[in-house]
């Protein structure tokens, strides 16, 4: 009996059989869509040519816009809070010490948020800023906007001086930044010096002040300083530094120059705080070695910037608002209190809360995912 074998696939038995032709031997032929009679493009049923390739690319055009708004929103929205705060709270000299907290904090926020680095003489800059830029003013006459970018020039001077002690790392270099901000007031306190630096006495900016100038550079600093921050997250420079501080080893292995981008970083955040003493020492109009130099500057930048979340371009600010607003309620008249309880924040931030506000609030993010 002869073996049964399958029809040929193309055989009009295969047909009657029901036995599809493999798409691979026929070609295939393009059928025009057919339009009702008196349906216009883009009707219902009949979506228009490019309707759906539209559709599909104007989320992700909205997504490109937002990604590339958001880096002007960080910036803008600071500045034009600042901005209206006067009318609100009309202590002018209460509002610019704050702006400069926050340029002060978002400085911490480079050197530390950054690198890992945390410089507690960080206020060694904040001081030279503010004489650097006095003294340009009294002795050169210059005006003091000019004299705002003078004592940012300043405080990087003393930074590429203090550099070596990058070399340093952990509390090493937290306490040499401490003892050399400490080494730079006696120098300018030093009644020897007094005709360059005017020494303990004190320098009196009486004749260039202007409350509302000087507000306005504290609005253009802060824009400045968080147009900084925004830039180091989005940018590769940024990403360098956060490779070098968690792992500066693996960083140079990949190609990373870990010396000269800390070193930027570095004197990044040293013209920050300069700038910041100088827009200081203008609104203050009369201050002393003591003022512009205490420990407790710092203190109030680093708890500001820890509490709020370091590597954030929000956190310092938000940390600032909120705890100089709370030193006020209880630091002006008592302020050996106001100073314990940011030594204990500085603590209990670094321990057990390290991500600060910022990181708390990730933490939720994930939790509701």
């Not at 002007?72 to 702006?99: E, G, Q, R, S």
């Not at 945390?118 to 340009?136: I, M, R, T």
């Amino acid at each position: 009996m002869p073996e049964q074998t399958d029809p040929d696939p193309a055989t009009p038995e295969a047909v009657d059989r029901g036995t599809s032709t493999p798409a691979a031997d026929v070609p295939a032929v393009d059928v025009p869509a057919v339009r009702p009679a008196g349906a216009a493009a883009g009707s219902e049923g009949t979506p228009a040519a490019g309707s759906k390739l539209g559709s599909q690319r104007s989320p992700r055009s909205r997504g490109t816009l937002l990604r590339w708004a958001s880096p002007f929103v960080a910036v803008a929205i600071p500045v034009a809070l600042f901005a209206v705060a006067p009318k609100l709270y009309p202590n002018l000299l209460f509002l610019v010490t704050m702006m400069v907290y926050v340029v002060l904090a978002q400085g911490v926020n480079v050197i530390y948020g950054f690198t890992g680095y945390l410089p507690f003489g960080y206020v060694g800059f904040f001081g030279v800023g503010a004489y650097a830029s006095s003294l340009a003013i009294l002795d050169t006459g210059v005006p003091a906007p000019v004299g705002v970018v003078v004592g940012a020039a300043g405080a990087v001077l003393l930074g590429l001086l203090l550099s070596p002690l990058l070399r340093l790392s952990g509390a090493y270099f937290a306490i040499a930044t401490l003892a050399a901000a400490l080494a730079v007031e006696s120098v300018i306190s030093n009644p020897s010096l007094a005709g360059i630096t005017k020494g303990p006495y004190g320098i009196d900016l009486g004749s260039v002040y202007n409350a509302r100038a000087d507000y306005v550079a504290g609005l253009v600093m802060v824009g400045l300083s968080m147009a900084v921050v925004v830039y180091l997250r989005r940018s590769r420079f940024g990403l360098a530094l956060r490779a070098i501080r968690n792992d500066p080893v693996s960083a140079a292995a990949a190609g990373v120059d870990v010396v000269k981008e800390r070193m930027l970083a570095w004197l990044i955040s040293s013209a920050l705080a300069g700038a910041a003493g100088a827009v200081f020492a203008w609104g203050v109009s009369v201050f002393y070695p003591t003022a512009v130099f205490g420990i407790s500057t710092s203190v109030f930048a680093i708890v500001f910037a820890l509490f709020g979340g370091v590597g954030t371009a929000w956190g310092p600010l938000v940390g600032t608002a909120v705890l100089f607003g709370l030193y006020q309620a209880i630091g002006v008249s008592d302020p050996q209190y106001a100073q314990g309880i940011y030594g204990l924040l500085i603590v209990a931030l670094v321990l057990f809360v390290p991500g600060g506000l910022a990181g708390v609030a990730r933490s939720i993010r994930r939790r509701r995912a």
